[in-house]
């Protein structure tokens, strides 16, 4: 055995596993991956330096299986545990670690079929939601088991956006390819239909100090921000106002115009000291007063050359921005105002960027296979 050749693989996942959890070594990992077709999932200990492919799955035979293969749509960390991510895929179901050190498990008890979106329960972590079609699964069991608490009558309509509400666990958003924004008060039991907007909802995400604020980010760059009922019964939440009188909701698009967002959103990610960060595909926006003005950050390519796929903030330092395009890995240290680029460890696409809120040196990369 050469030792040197080893030597890096295993001081990389030495550092990483000290960093994650303080559990011990227990599966052979992939090869250092340059200028290659690996898929699945990186991690990286060190913002983006070294990257190493982190995509075994043990199975019950002992041996270990690879996701390497498969197509990530998204990465979804544990609000109440770090160690505690879930990948949904394109076309084969959700899978989950409690330890990237020691592999990926597959949610047997999903369908294998694209997850459009996933939310964890920030009040208990057994509480998990996933949107597959027109459906909503709900499992109170950590993934043991699930059910369906919300099905649309149309096939064709799919359930885009799920979010809960980390002060209070009951009430749950989803949003919906038709438009419409729907509120349970009593996780997913019950529904009410609170906003029909004229494009698809893409995101729901709740401003991560105040639950009250609600931001929906639709399918071609829309963006409203309304503020949450404190209705404690449906009859309650009738009675919610869903007219934009900018009381309860406010539409925010006047202020996105100047910059020419485009129609493909990608991201809607919250900082510290209260910033936010709105991508498309094209370009990257940061508010300081909740989505009420905006100002662009500048990027190295010029905007018709640019093709954000995925984009993260350090929660710890909105100074940290990274985002990742079919090639290269960017990162900047001062707000955008300078960036480093690196070649993807992979000749396939980057398209999810997850950054482990204790540890921000951690980062986890997800890929696809590049469409043509």
Same mark, same amino acid.
């Given at each position: ?28 990992? /992939?090869?250092?991956?340059? @200028?290659?077709?690996? %898929?699945? !999932? ?5 913002? #983006?330096?070294? &990257? *190493? ?116 666990? /009951?009430?749950?958003?989803? @949003?919906?390819?038709? %438009?419409? !924004? ?5 996780? #997913?039991?019950? &529904? *009410? ?180």
């Amino acid at each position: 055995m050469n030792m040197n050749k080893k030597l890096g693989p295993v001081l990389f996942l030495l550092i990483l596993t000290m960093t994650l959890s303080g559990c011990s070594l227990s599966f052979k990992t /992939n090869q250092t991956a340059t @200028g290659n077709d690996l %898929g699945g !999932v990186f991690v990286t200990a060190n913002k #983006g330096d070294v &990257w *190493r492919q982190m995509s075994v799955m043990p199975t019950i035979t002992g041996s270990a299986d690879n996701i390497g293969h498969l197509d990530i749509s998204d990465l979804v960390i544990d609000p109440g545990d770090a160690a505690a991510v879930y990948m949904p895929t394109f076309n084969d179901g959700l899978y989950y670690t409690y330890n990237v050190t020691k592999g990926w498990n597959h949610v047997d008890t999903l369908p294998r079929a694209t997850i459009n979106d996933v939310a964890v329960d920030a009040n208990d972590k057994c509480n998990i939601y996933a949107a597959i079609g027109n459906k909503l699964y709900k499992s109170i069991d950590c993934s043991r088991n699930w059910k369906e608490v919300y099905f649309d009558s149309n096939p064709n309509v799919s359930v885009t956006a799920i979010a809960v509400d980390h002060y209070a666990g /009951n009430n749950v958003y989803i @949003g919906t390819s038709r %438009g419409e !924004v729907i509120k349970s008060l009593d996780g #997913g039991g019950t &529904w *009410r239909t609170i906003q029909r907007l004229n494009d698809g909802v893409r995101r729901i995400a709740i401003h991560p100090t105040d639950s009250r604020m609600v931001f929906v980010a639709s399918v071609k760059n829309g963006l409203y921000r309304f503020n949450s009922s404190e209705a404690v019964n449906l009859d309650q939440l009738a009675e919610y106002q869903n007219k934009f009188d900018g009381t309860n909701w406010m539409d925010l698009n006047s202020e996105l115009k100047e910059f020419n967002m485009g129609f493909n959103f990608k991201a809607l990610e919250f900082g510290n000291d209260n910033a936010m960060f709105l991508a498309s595909d094209k370009v990257l926006l940061k508010s300081l007063d909740n989505g009420s003005s905006w100002a662009k950050i500048k990027l190295i390519t010029p905007e018709k050359e640019t093709m954000i796929n995925a984009l993260a903030v350090n929660p710890k330092n909105s100074n940290e921005l990274y985002y990742v395009t079919d090639t290269t890995f960017y990162r900047s240290a001062d707000a955008g105002n300078t960036w480093t680029t690196k070649q993807l460890p992979t000749s396939r696409a980057g398209n999810a960027l997850l950054v482990d809120p204790v540890n921000t040196a951690v980062m986890y990369l997800g890929i696809n296979k590049i469409k043509k």
